[in-house]
């Protein structure tokens, strides 16, 4: 497995979860080539760990702040096959690493929605799988979101924890709602199916807020009546 | 319709811990008495502009409001009003203000929690020798090794070029829009609406080190 450099080297819990996020594919949307090769007399991977930033300070998008820990952290390295890990590595320039955090993100987004698609046989089981994601979600939004009372201060730390219970809790919970309400079309009534796309639209415009290359985008808020999808 | 902010408020502070009975003496003016706390006059409007002309009708009154209340959610108060609310020793403020004046003894200096931030801030940056509130949102910066500047510090969520051009039109003359808002973000029609016409837009922290420089 490629770019071990010392400290800057992915432990083993990051590789099995670098893995995991891969699904055994390599993370360049314009690739998915399979990592996991079986021929007729043995098996073998091909995936290579890339860096994102470089894990030193000379190497392809280097950021000569980042500590040896960071650079080999989970959130600054992607799963690619052994050609795009060339050639991202070789074309810095064309291959920037917000271009690259996109590409995991998105490769996620994909399995993510894949094992979320479940059909349900009624709307009490498909309330039951959404029910728990739009509990979580409205705990943080009531307990750190933006709305509450520490907005006043320009220095509050809740802010960064709201940021980061959106990232990694607000934003992939939507994305399964979005799954297990379009898997399961059939069982949502007309007006639903409008408040469907309205909150289709909510969490475009928060993932652009949130997750966008360019300035912070305005936005829909969430739709009333979203968090009472299949509810009888 | 008019004198229906006094019902409006009474029904909204009758429950609250602190008050003991309230009244409404008159359309737009509530009695409180308050427990183990000084009674209070409450003055209630609703305007989007609070100056000194709207607020001298209630001045004139006996006894002298303890608080005047602008219920209007998107309002907002010129150093005037602030002026005569100082010289007349009466706190002045928004639902938010009041229901937090409900509970202390001297409700004169209750200022929106934001601009309590805003305030201590400012005051405690090494670069600033004084901080002069001009409107309830536009502030005079005197700083000690650099000409003043002139800011307006916004709590919008999602900042834009409404909010800045709504702010020129309210209070005139200014050199810098603060967003103040932990989460906020600005817009890149407010950045280009603040470039033409020739302000500066900041999030509050790199705002504390742009004092520093001339």
Known sequence: MACSRGKAAPDGNTKLRLFADSAGYCQNPSCLRPLFIDNTDENIHVGEMAHILAASDEGPRADPGMDAAARGAYDNLILLCPTCHVVIDKQPEQYPDRMIIDWKREHKARIDKLFGAVEFRSRPEARHAVEPLFSENRAIWESVGPDNDYRHDPESEFAHVWRRKLLAHVLPNNRKILAIADANRRLLRDPELRILELFRQHVDDIEARHLGDGPRAVGSRFPEGADALFLD | MVGWTGRWVLERIRA??????????????????????????????????????????????????????????????????????????????????????????????????????????????????????????????????????????????????????????????????????????????????????GLEIYKWGPFLGRLNRA
């Not at chain 2, 100056?51 to 001298?56: F, N």
């Not at chain 2, 004139?60 to 303890?66: E, H, M, N, R």
Request: aromatic content about 6%.
């Open chain 2, 16 to 197: 609250d811990k602190h008050v003991e009975q309230a009244d409404l003496l008159l359309p737009q003016r509530l009695h409180v008495t308050r427990r183990d706390l000084p009674e209070l006059f409450i003055d209630t409007i609703s305007v989007e502009r609070v100056d000194a002309a709207v607020l001298q009708p209630f001045v004139a009154q006996t006894p002298a409001p303890s608080f005047v209340v602008n219920v209007s959610r998107e309002s907002y108060t010129v150093g005037s009003a602030l002026s005569l609310a100082a010289q007349c020793r009466f706190g002045i403020g928004g639902m938010g203000e009041l229901i937090r004046a409900l509970g202390v003894a001297d409700v004169r200096d209750i200022i929106s929690k934001d601009i309590e931030f805003l305030l201590r801030g400012l005051n405690q940056h090494s670069a600033v020798r004084s901080v002069e509130r001009l409107d309830d949102r536009r502030f005079r910066i005197r700083r000690c090794a650099h000409p003043e500047m002139v800011v307006v510090c916004l709590p919008a969520y999602e900042m834009l070029a409404d909010h800045v051009r709504t702010a020129r039109d309210r209070y005139g003359n200014f050199d810098v829009v603060v967003a103040s808002n932990p989460n906020g973000s600005v817009a890149a029609s407010a950045d280009q609406a603040a470039e033409s016409m």
